[in-house]
Nanobody, 127 residues
Framework: QVQLVESGGGLVQAGGSLRLSCAAS???????????MGWFRQAPGKERVFVAA????????YYADSVKGRFTISRDSAKNTVYLQMNSLKPEDTAVYFC?????????????????WGQGTQVTVSS
């Protein structure tokens, strides 16, 4: 079992920045090489959508077109933590942001490919 705990959400004005963190723990996480971790978001009344992902081994990163150039995903292997640095935030970025993890994922942007999910953290961007 893997536990994921997000933090760092909050209220920010448009154009501002936030950094989300996702701390991973659990006995099956002792070897991360086969894992990928992703960030998804869900606005009220809408489906959960892909934001960014990173493969633990190699550190390859992937982004939704809507956040390219503004968001950066990274990992700290020593802390088993993934970050999402969000810059130039827009009101349309407002959503609950979820961290997710899974092994041997092919398509990183697909929700159902991830086994483990955090509880979510609210990000609100005011205009």
């Amino acid at each position: 079992q893997v536990q994921l705990v997000e933090s760092g959400g909050g209220l920010v004005q448009a154009g501002g920045s936030l950094r989300l963190s996702c701390a991973a723990s659990g006995r099956t996480f002792s070897s991360f090489s086969s894992y990928a971790m992703g960030w998804f978001r869900q606005a009220p009344g809408k489906e959960r959508v892909f934001v960014a992902a990173i493969r633990w081994s190699g550190g390859n990163t992937y982004y939704a077109d809507s956040v390219k150039g503004r968001f950066t995903i990274s990992r700290d292997s020593a802390k088993n933590t993934v970050y999402l640095q969000m810059n130039s935030l827009k009101p349309e970025d407002t959503a609950v942001y979820f961290c997710a993890a899974g092994q041997r994922i092919g398509v990183l942007s697909t929700v159902r490919n991830y086994e483990y999910w955090g509880q979510g953290t609210q990000v609100t961007v005011s205009s």
